[in-house]
Nanobody, 121 residues
Framework: VQLVESGGGSVQAGGSLKLSCVAS????????LGWIRQPPRQGREGVAT???????TYAAYVKGRFTISKNNANNTLYLQMNALKPEDTALYYC????????????????WGQGTQVTVSS
C-alpha cells in the first residue's frame, strides 16, 4: 500500500485544518486506514481509524474535534481537524494496517511521508 499525504500547515489555536491522503496498491480493501501523529520529542500515537466497513474510532484526545472520512471512489482519506490546540502540533502520518487496533496504538504496516501540523497559541 502506498500513501501520500497533503494539507498540513500552521494555524492559530482554535482554527481548523484538513489533511488528505491518497491510497493506492493492491489489496487496499484488506486494510484499515487511519492517522497517526508524532508530537515533538515524543513517540507516535494513534489519532483515528476507519475500516473498509464498520465504525470509525478516535483517540480520546481528539474525539469530538477531529473527523476521519474516506472517499472510496478515489481512495482518498481525510482528517478534518477543528478546535485545534497547541498540543495537536505534530507530524501527521497517513497509515494502513491489517487491524484498526494497531493503528490506534500508533503502529502500522504502511506509512505516508508525513505532513507537519503546527498550532500556535
Amino acid at each position: 500500500v502506498q500513501l501520500v499525504e497533503s494539507g498540513g500547515g500552521s494555524v492559530q489555536a482554535g482554527g481548523s485544518l484538513k489533511l488528505s491522503c491518497v491510497a493506492s496498491g493492491s489489496g487496499l480493501t484488506s486494510y484499515c486506514l487511519g492517522w497517526i501523529r508524532q508530537p515533538p520529542r515524543q513517540g507516535r500515537e494513534g489519532v483515528a481509524t476507519i475500516p473498509t466497513s464498520g465504525a470509525t474510532t478516535y483517540a480520546a484526545y481528539v474525539k469530538g474535534r477531529f473527523t476521519i472520512s474516506k472517499n472510496n471512489a478515489n481512495n482518498t482519506l481525510y482528517l478534518q481537524m477543528n478546535a485545534l490546540k497547541p498540543e495537536d502540533t505534530a507530524l501527521y502520518y497517513c497509515a494502513a494496517a491489517r487491524r484498526c487496533y494497531d493503528l490506534i496504538q500508533g503502529k502500522a504496516d504502511s506509512w505516508g511521508q508525513g505532513t507537519q501540523v503546527t498550532v500556535s497559541s
